[in-house]
């Protein structure tokens, strides 16, 4: 988790810089800025290692015979609301899961968590939910749906009114910062990763099971 945090963080740079220009944004007459088009939606993500979920049987085993079920999380999709004062961010996904025996009927659920990150690493909220996979007899595969909501609020994660001045100020050919970067300015860059969040989604996992994803 802490891996694909750090991840996250340098991808916020990049999604912000994606997000601040366009074409036709750049204003070439009396100078050059940049207009800053960013959304304070989250990004959702799934974490390395918490996508999927392998149940053993028995669980103090971990050998390739004794795997009972196998799931996984796919298909999300996302919406968002920041039109009011908190931004409303929802995910909808998919778990596929595939079980050895297929005999008899038989319910699982699994945990899932939704946790929302501010900066890459500053944890806001987490939330645990389950998802219910009911199997038919005879049936190997099944799927079931589940969703993740999140409340933002909208102000944190605005940039502030000098640093979008900084972004957007014109720049006149020969001006000293005519060829700088304003995502290169320290304060500008911390502004933009301190006001980025993600959804972050997956399985609630146990210690031995996320160390099984990670070393498999």
Known sequence: MKFAAKALTVGIVA???AGCSREGDLDVGAGVGVNVTRSGCPTVAIPDGTGDITIFNPASSQDADAIDIVASVTNVRT???DSGEKIYAQATFDVQARR??????RTVT???FNTVVQGGSAVISKRIGQVTIQFADGQQRASAQAQAASYID????????EIIQKITKKRKPGDPDAALDPMADPEVRAAVV???YEMLLGFQLTEDQLRYNVTR
């Open 15 to 17: 999604a912000a810089l």
């Open 154 to 161: 909208k102000a944190s994660a605005s940039l502030p009114a």
């Open 194 to 196: 301190r006001s980025s």
């Open 100 to 105: 050895s025996d297929a005999s008899g009927s």
């Open 79 to 81: 919406t968002c609301n």
């Open 110 to 112: 699994l945990p899932y």
